[in-house]
């Protein structure tokens, strides 16, 4: 480099972390869970409500008693069915998803808010941050469009929110549903029938479960302190 001038480079860094031989026996991070559920009156065709709680049943049953898990359901209306539960409850949190019915319109961005204020709500440090959302993305109340749920999302997930979605029935709203995961930096899941259930459910905790440290941070040092910058 010439002193005096500036030099712009553009550097690609592959990062890899050393295997733990101990991985077994190495305690998971907890999960700090929200799950919103969409009851609109969309969800009452072709089971699809049926298939969103069995889906949410399956994650009580596969969280750990320590994980806190929140459930958030909305029609045009939003409310906290409940709210800082743990794993270790699912036996009566089982008879409140069960009893849940569908209602009015689909107020989509603003379940998908209430999930965010849970969570905000009780922060639980050295927790993992997940939202799960489960609809058809057939929205008419709240925000609309698509960007503008996006940009919601997005707004989320730069509080430290992982945002995975799961679109329900054949009918849901591609764009939106995989554009909720892309903007929560999550993964999309296809609720298509009750065979798939387990298998999804089962794959997309196992993503939050691989988790082994929350808040990460890179410092990268030049040569002779040259440059210095974190990530």
Known sequence: AVIGIMNAKRARFEIETKKNENAA?????????????????????NNKLEFAKQAIISVLDLLHDDDVVHLAAYDDHVWNVFEDAHGSARQVLY??????????????????????????????????????????????????????????????????????SFGVGEDFDEGIMKGIAEAGRGQFFFLESADVIVSLITKALQSVFDVCGTQAQLTIRGRNNALSFSL
């Open 25 to 45: 026996a190495t305690k998971r991070t907890p999960i700090n869970l929200a799950l919103v559920l969409d009851r609109s009156g969309s969800m009452d065709s």
């Open 95 to 164: 008879s409140v998803v069960r009893g849940l019915q569908t209602g009015g319109q689909t107020n989509l961005s603003g379940g998908i808010e209430a999930g965010a204020n849970l969570l905000e709500k009780y922060p639980y440090p050295g927790f993992s941050k997940r939202m799960f959302v489960l609809s058809d993305g057939l929205a008419n109340v709240g925000l609309k469009k698509k960007e503008e749920i996006m940009k919601a999302v997005t707004k989320y997930n730069e509080k430290g929110i992982i945002i995975d």
